[in-house]
């Protein structure tokens, strides 16, 4: 599960749509000619879960597609992205598919004609969040309706597909619902909104990774990408609704990646994150030669739910491939699982320049017998064995982690063991939240959500102490050393500062000053957005390093000098 996180309002990157899809490639079931869009008094059947979209896969269900250009947009669409990096991928690739189909896009939401809201569904708070933004939105849209200047509002991503009747029927304010694999499908969606009817699809898909949509770089000054490389998860932790509002797993051609990081590279992009529900788990069948490789070795101690699976370019292959196309350009990945890190990927890491030496490792609870509950495939020791395997491959590795407080069943003594797993690890940053029971799940039809609130705060509260003591004693590990620094731009609390990350990822604030530049340049220059510098700690928090600037420098130089 990728790090919850609200995400900018305003995507950084763009997408527009390449010129047609893979030939061959089935997609997800539409209604059909003979069918009718969803109306205002329509009973809506309840959301599919696996079983539904495995069943209409196996059936061969016809997926017609719509014909690009059907539905021609007039207005103007206002968006706003709640969540993961997954879902910001998910806004650029809606983005795309719209502006394909003739609409425009505006930041100001009083000349919107559409507002799409892609959503999180992970955790309650996730959802509330969207809830009490339409009640915002429910007075601008009967402002417009008096005016005679009708707002169509769509909620799109995870919490469509996991809410779509309650979306629908709550107070009729929703127009249209598209689930994560119905993107395709939004113009249709939207011609049916304007004739007054609300439109759903939230159909789940086997195949759709939306390969052939690439992104375009508009963004004044933007140095970091995003760049999906598989969607949905097998996992099925019992916890975890990603399986039922995301699908199962399925990688994107590894053609179609490089393709899209070389176009990035091109366009200055300093650094790409490759994303995914369970990134490392990437496994592109679409090469017949490879169909037949065995399946990979996880990581010792490690299992699954479901049998290995063979076949396939896997994920060495690509992040190979994808650090050798250029030597200036950071890769980072998220969000793995610690089942899925053979050392030939622990290696690639560590040779690579390019590879930042930095791992998510999310461990979820310290606890054996709750990780046990939690389905997640390895126990407390086999986890420790990991990060210290990690910890010799790769020296000085920086890691994160994700952590839940008071998951079903959980007793004190299995909170105080994720306690001191945080102090044992000592992670440099990590994600911890309380338990929220999702729908659907195997913890809500068979466990028990009996850890009281208050007692969830508390542990909450607990390890989130503990872990910022332990971060800041990791990072105070720092001061005095030199950091390659990749440069975000202006520090949000002083315009007499500049931010950026480390190769840990760990955000690093130094003045805005003149710096030698170690090209040989004799000039002094001021660091700009996108450049490298290399900065000298000089204090440490928890989550933030201060530092000096030596001089602004390149990731290849850097690399060789130390």
Known sequence: MLPWRRAPRAAGLLRAAAAAPRPGTARRARCGPGERPVGRGAALPAGPDLRHFLRGAAAGEPRPEPQPGSAPGTGKVYMETYGCQMNVNDTEIAWAILQKNGYGRTKDLDEADVVLLVTCSVREKAEQAIWNRLRHLKALKARRQQARLPLRIGILGCMAERLKEEILHREKLVDIVAGPDAYRDLPRLLAVAESGQQAANVLLSLDETYADILPVQ????????????????????????????????????????????????????????????????????????????????????????????????????LLDQVSRIDPEMRIRFTSPHPKDF???????????????????????SGSTRVLEAMRRGYTREAYLELVHHVRECIPGVSLSSDFIAGFCGEREEDHQQTVSLLREVRYNIGFLF????????????????????????????????????????????????SQLVLVDGPSKRSVLELCGRN???????????????????KALVRAQPGDYVLVKVTSASSQTLKGVLLCRTTLSCSAVCH
């Not at 999906?228 to 019992?238: A, E, K, P, W």
């Not at 009281?452 to 503990?466: C, F, G, H, S, Y």
């Not at 190769?503 to 805005?512: E, L, R, S």
Request: charged content about 25%.
């Open 218 to 317: 508009t963004s004044a000054g933007g140095t970091t990408a995003f760049v999906s490389i598989m969607r949905g998860c097998d996992n099925m932790c019992s916890y975890c609704i990603v399986p039922f509002t995301r699908g199962r797993e399925r990688s994107r051609p590894i053609a179609s990646i490089l393709q899209e990081v070389r176009m990035l590279s091109d366009q200055g992009v300093k650094e790409v994150t490759l994303l995914g529900q369970n990134v490392n788990s990437f496994r592109d069948m679409s090469e017949v030669q490879f169909q037949s490789a065995a399946a990979p070795v996880l990581s010792r101690g490690f299992s699954t739910v479901y049998k290995a699976k063979p076949g396939g370019l896997r994920f060495a292959h």
């Open 342 to 364: 053979p050392d030939e990927v622990l290696q690639l890491i560590r040779e690579r320049h390019n590879i930042c030496k930095q791992l998510h490792l999310p461990a979820q």
């Open 503 to 521: 190769d840990g990822n760990i955000k690093v604030i130094f003045p805005d000053a003149e710096i030698e530049d170690a090209a040989g340049c």
């Open 434 to 481: 309380a338990y929220s029971m999702r729908q659907k799940t195997r913890a809500y039809h068979r466990l028990q959500d009996d850890v009281p609130a208050d007692i969830k705060k508390r542990r909450l509260e607990e390890l989130i102490t503990v872990f910022r003591e332990e971060a800041a004693r990791a990072n105070e590990a720092m001061v005095g050393q």
